[in-house]
């Protein structure tokens, strides 16, 4: 079994990215999306624990984009991704868990 | 009619699973989230709960919300064993960070009809580490 974790608020704001990365197995994913990705810039205190993650992170394009974070910031071995990226991960997983 | 539908029509029975991380009174979440559970529970289905972070206010015992003018749910927790709903998985970190015991949390329990109906605790006090396992085993899972 593996299970999609989406997060969707920023870690600088809400625990649900810590939490979440604290409840991951290391054969599931993460995908930060909406204020999310504030959670896949490099040099912040959560970036250590992107960066040290069993699991795969991802991270939406769109709404990095959108926030006008270039991708070059972001932690090493977070992979970015489009929506079709987006629909692949949902269907390679068995079920998502949508951080609220 | 596909497999999938032809499994459905005989009933397949999945694993839901709600996780709570929210405090009771202060966002709707909480309440709503109860409200889906026993939805869940009508249908028959391997349903369970977690209750992570603030989620653990929301088994304290002696709530009392006359004076906030909302309705206080926690009796509801009270009911699930009727509806099968026997599985309240609560974080023992979470509870350690919040100053919690066992003691502080309602007494919830069901009776076991393949144990001569005995009444047995709903709450289990799981770890962390046990928490990624259960949350990584289940079919569906919706979060609160």
Known sequence: ?100 | MSEDMQEEAEGTVKKFMYVNRKAPYGTIYALEALEVVLIGAAFDQDVSLAFIDDGVFQLSNGQNTTDIGIKNFSPAFGALGDYDVSKLYVEKESMDERGLALDDLMELTWEDEDDDWEEKPSIHLVSREEMKTILGNQDVILSF
Request: aromatic share 8%; hydrophobic share 40%; glycine share 6%.
């Open chain 1, 1 to 100: 079994m593996s299970i999609l974790h989406t997060v969707n608020k920023s870690p600088f704001q809400k625990n649900d990215l810590e939490s979440c990365l604290a409840h991951v197995n290391s054969n599931d994913a993460v995908l930060l999306i909406e204020d999310g990705v504030y959670g896949a810039i490099s040099g912040t205190r959560f970036s250590v624990l992107t960066s040290s993650s069993d699991a795969d992170i991802y991270c939406l394009k769109a709404d990095l984009d959108a926030r006008g974070i270039d991708p070059d910031k972001l932690t090493d071995g977070v992979k970015l991704i489009d929506y079709d990226g987006f629909v692949d991960l949902v269907a390679q997983n068995d079920a998502v868990n949508s951080w609220l």
